[in-house]
């Protein structure tokens, strides 16, 4: 690849020569789009996809039965402090 001040020629381009301010669009191929339900252009599931979901629920889980221990650790402190 030879590089000079204002052009750029890439050998993997059949040399064609690139401006330096020329945007070149990126081509995304079919299984690089995934939906939000984590579903590519194909119908197949995306794995990283559906381990962050779980790990989300997983989080959402633990949010709610730490927050349950600890509504039942605070009524357990007031029944105890009500009988002293």
């Known amino acids: 690849m030879k590089a000079s001040s204002s052009k750029l020629r890439y050998a993997d381009n ?4 690139i401006d330096d301010h020329t945007e070149v669009e990126k081509t995304v191929d079919d299984h690089d789009l995934v939906d939000v339900d984590g579903e590519n252009a194909n119908g197949v599931r995306d794995e990283k996809h559906l381990i962050m979901r779980r790990k989300v629920a997983e989080g959402r889980l633990f949010g709610i039965i730490s927050r349950l221990f600890g509504i039942i650790s605070q009524k357990c402190l007031a029944d105890t402090a009500r009988r002293l």
């Open 14 to 17: 059949n040399d064609d020569v």
